[in-house]
């Protein structure tokens, strides 16, 4: 299989030296494979965005190593990050970090404006993403001006318009309620499997969890259970995570 | 308790207020300044030694403009304390706190940083008085002898005048607090775009605007057939037409660059173009304020340099740049301290006394030595001077000639009888003469022929038989004293200008500083997004500095424009108002240019600050 992220010995201690630490990771170590689906699990405050930010490179570990796609993150500097970020890496958030004083479709074209990719070309992969992920009808408007359910279909497509090699979402459905999260999931689930788009994804909810084929429980900042779906239903897998939660 | 929540909001925010105080000390100073300057009498007295019944009503203008000025500051100064508050107290209130409370600590806040930066403010000022008089009026070889920094009415007024100002701001905080919905003081920031655009009305007000300005700069071009009336329709069109342009004309610009998909998908110009939509909307009142404040600023400095050339009018009125009645050991050696150029003289015998003096000179010398006069007359309604020589003829007639003649000699009253060369010989009476010296550098060199020209005429003061009454008219005559007289009207108002000028520009460039900084805010989670998604940091200072830059150059461009036709005004008053334009312009733009990257570093610090 073809290894796209590996994650090696991570911590991360927060605050200053000789100031009152907290050591929030405690050496996790985990891969992921091209085209997998796996989600994070744990309680409040076990470092989930924490390891979620170090993976999508917006922090750094204090100690530890990162290869995405072959490339070791801590060998890259500020400039490339950035440019790794635009080219191999999308983002859901909870809370959809659109731009207001945008339109839908600007918000989408971004990433791909970043990178200087052609207007024509940014004009055909922005109609594309949109129809995979049926927003094309609310393109010209402003984010403001559209339910919280379109809102994260519209982060979704910024998030995959570039083709990143990772899909990272931390809580997308979150801010959701249960139908719009419902939509999103499936959207996700079918990228992932037609067009085998690689999605970690940070969660609490054990429904959000149960699209995913692989979660890592994470405790006191180290990796504790693993569970696979396997061959299982979505409902039996559901189960499962239920039960491992209630175990802790 | 309510107390300390909001004492520990206000120390999280340190750096934030501390640019809102100094931008209200700044304002204090500057009024304080002005008010010394235009209300202390030991000012004035220095400044202007003949009454010169505009320059109360320049004063009046300009206290006037820098009370409005002051207003629009502390205004958007309050709207940006306004801002750093709304989002705290809306959560107080949300977590159960009474609305009457939360009026009774804005109100309370407001007040008491108004109070404080009056205070210091006005502290400052007086140090500040004292310092510029001192800098500029060196810098400038202006002609002031005494100014003292403190002054206690204008301390009074200064005080008074703000702490109106911010019991207002209170009350005004107070009401906007309390009838606000705890729902849109949460979310005040992420208000939505004002997406209404209609293309045909925004046209129709583009145009509009453009034809206003261009009215109102055709009235201002053509001062001299429309006179005041080039004032009222200049001001209300180029007011309206300023605030219509910013309105329409610049989104509609925005709005086709936002079309252009090659333009608009290059990094991150479609991010900018959408800040700067979402900013003209909000910005169309200040940008107009700006760019008309601007222009006042940039008049005020361009005239008041400009006073200068008034004292060009007072040399090309005199001819000879010195006059000795009378040499004597003192005068020679005064003499050797300037340069001369070109020395004529003219001699003469004085008979007789009082009111029956008569002067007698030879024709052949009048002839032969060609005296000069410059001739006064109006070309296109302005002062104008043409040399002319003074002739037998001219004596004989008694007419312009004669007159300058007369005023050159040490005996205005006495009649001038022109003689043979025989004649003059026969007349009994003790040869004087009268030396008249062209010199070089009169400018750099005034002060030493100032002393020379005083000492020529004390020598024949001093004199026997002279009645001084009649020589001290001469002395008013002399082109040192028209000089001095001159130049220090012209320092009072270039001092005044200059002054003005640079209050105008700090107050404006802060309330533009101001009004972008409330913004930044706002703006954080925009930038720390781009930046997950990859944009590089340079991008964004790149985005930072061209959305800024955008807002400063459009009210600079529209106030320079309106300077260049505004000082048409100044035709009638000084004879070439155009006259060494870079000077005041470069100073105006540097200073300008400094706002603009100050601007451009606080709002970065307070944007990209979190960006590792
Ligand atoms: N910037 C920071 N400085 C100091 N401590 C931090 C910082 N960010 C997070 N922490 C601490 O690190 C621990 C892990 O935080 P993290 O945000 O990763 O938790 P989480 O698993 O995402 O929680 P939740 O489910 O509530 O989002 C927490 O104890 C938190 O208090
Ligand atoms: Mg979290």
């Keep these: 299989m073809n290894e796209i992220l590996k994650a090696e010995a991570i911590t991360k201690t927060y605050g200053a030296r000789g100031a009152k630490q907290y050591q929030a990771l405690k050496g996790i170590y985990f891969s992921l494979q091209k085209g997998e689906f796996v989600g994070i699990m744990g309680a409040s405050g076990s470092g989930k965005t924490t390891l979620l930010n170090i993976l999508s490179t917006l922090d750094v570990p204090t100690s530890g190593k990162v290869v995405i796609n072959q490339h070791d993150l801590s060998s890259l500097n500020k400039k490339q990050l950035a440019d790794f970020r635009g080219r191999e890496i999308g983002f859901i958030f909870q809370d959809f970090n659109l731009l207001e004083n945008l339109t839908n479709r600007e918000n989408i074209a971004l990433p791909l404006a970043l990178q200087n990719v052609k207007a024509a070309e940014i004009n055909e992969k922005v109609n594309a993403i949109a129809k995979r992920l049926g927003i094309d009808s609310i393109l010209t408007k402003y984010p403001a001006e559209i339910s919280g359910g379109q809102k994260q279909r519209v982060a979704a497509a910024r998030a995959l318009v570039h083709n990143p090699a990772i899909l990272f979402g931390d809580e997308p459905t979150g801010a959701l309620d249960s139908t719009a999260a419902t939509e999103l999931l499936t959207t996700m689930e079918k990228l992932n499997q037609e067009d085998q788009v690689t999605i970690l994804m940070v969660t609490h909810d054990p429904y959000s969890a149960s699209y995913a084929q692989r979660i890592l429980f994470i405790k006191d900042g180290k990796i504790g259970r693993e569970l696979e779906k396997g061959q299982a239903s979505r409902a039996d897998f559901y189960q499962e995570i239920i039960g491992e939660l209630g175990r802790n | 308790m309510l107390w300390k929540l909001s004492l520990t909001g206000i120390k999280s925010r340190r750096r934030d207020y501390a640019v809102l105080f100094s931008g209200l000390m700044l304002a204090a100073a500057i009024f304080y300044m002005f008010m010394t300057l235009a209300i202390n009498p030991a000012f004035l007295k220095g400044a202007l030694t003949i009454s010169f019944s505009i320059t109360k009503y320049v004063f009046i203008v300009g206290i006037i403009l820098l009370s409005i000025i002051t207003l629009v500051y502390i205004v958007y100064d309050n709207s940006f304390l306004l801002s750093m508050r709304k989002k705290d107290y809306g959560l107080y209130l949300m977590l159960g706190a009474r609305t009457s409370k939360i009026g009774e600590l804005i109100f309370a806040e407001t007040l008491l940083v108004g109070f404080l930066a009056t205070i210091l403010g006005s502290i400052l000022g007086i140090g500040l008085a004292q310092l510029v008089s001192k800098l500029l009026i060196n810098q400038l070889g202006l002609q002031i002898h005494k100014f003292v920094g403190f002054y206690l009415p204008a301390l009074l007024w200064t005080i008074v005048f703000f702490l109106a100002l911010f019991f207002l701001a209170a009350l005004w905080n107070r009401h906007k607090l309390v009838k606000s919905q705890v729902i849109d003081l949460l979310h005040e920031q992420q208000r939505p775009v004002n997406l209404r655009f209609h293309p045909v009305w925004k046209t129709i007000e583009a145009v509009l605007g453009i034809v206003l300005l261009a009215v109102g700069y055709w009235a201002m071009w053509n001062y001299k057939q429309l006179m005041t009336n080039s004032l009222w329709i200049g001001l209300i069109t180029i007011v309206a037409g300023t605030y219509f342009t910013f309105d329409s004309l610049f989104s509609i610009v925005i ?83 300037v340069s001369v150029r070109k020395t004529q003289n003219l001699n003469y015998k004085l008979v007789g006394t009082g009111k029956w003096q008569i002067i007698y000179v030879s024709e052949p010398q009048i002839a032969k030595e060609k005296l000069k006069y410059q001739h006064f007359y109006q070309k296109d309604g302005q002062a104008a001077y043409s040399t002319r020589t003074i002739t037998p003829e001219n004596i004989r007639k008694a007419d312009e000639g004669y007159m300058q003649l007369s005023m050159l000699m040490p005996y205005p009253s006495a009649q001038i009888k022109l003689v043979s060369a025989k004649q003059y010989q026969n007349i009994k009476a003790k040869e004087q003469k009268t030396d008249f010296l062209l010199v070089n550098n009169f400018r750099q060199n005034f002060n030493q022929i100032e002393k020379l020209q005083h000492l020529a005429v004390k020598q024949i003061m001093d004199g026997p038989k002279v009645e001084s009454s009649d020589i001290t008219i001469n002395l008013n005559n002399s082109k040192s004293a028209q000089y001095r007289l001159i130049a220090s009207v012209a320092s009072g108002f270039e001092f005044m200008g200059f002054f003005l000028g640079l209050a105008f520009l700090a107050m404006l460039a802060s309330t533009l500083m101001f009004k972008v900084l409330s913004g930044a805010e706002s703006d954080k989670l925009r930038y720390q997004m781009l930046a997950k998604i990859g944009a590089q940091v340079s991008w964004l200072k790149q985005a930072v500095r061209v959305e800024i830059g955008t807002l400063f150059a459009l009210p600079a461009v529209l106030g320079i424009v309106d300077v260049l036709f505004g000082l048409q005004f100044f035709k009638s008053m000084l004879k070439n108002p155009y006259d060494r334009l870079w000077i005041p312009f470069t100073l105006f733009l540097v200073i300008y240019l400094l706002y603009y990257l100050l601007t451009v570093k606080m709002y970065e610090q307070l944007v990209l600050k979190n960006q590792h």
């Design chain 2, 255 to 337: 709005r086709l660059l936002r079309r252009n998909q090659k333009f608009a998908n290059r990094r991150l110009h479609s991010f900018t173009l959408g800040q700067l939509q979402f900013r003209l909307g909000a910005y169309t009142r200040i940008l107009s304020v700006v760019s008309l404040l601007f222009a006042l600023a940039l008049g005020a400095i361009t005239v008041g340099l400009n006073f200068h050339s008034l004292t060009d009018q007072a040399m090309e009125s005199t001819y000879y740049d010195v006059v000795i009645y009378k040499h004597s050991p003192k005068v020679d050696r005064q003499l050797k301290h």
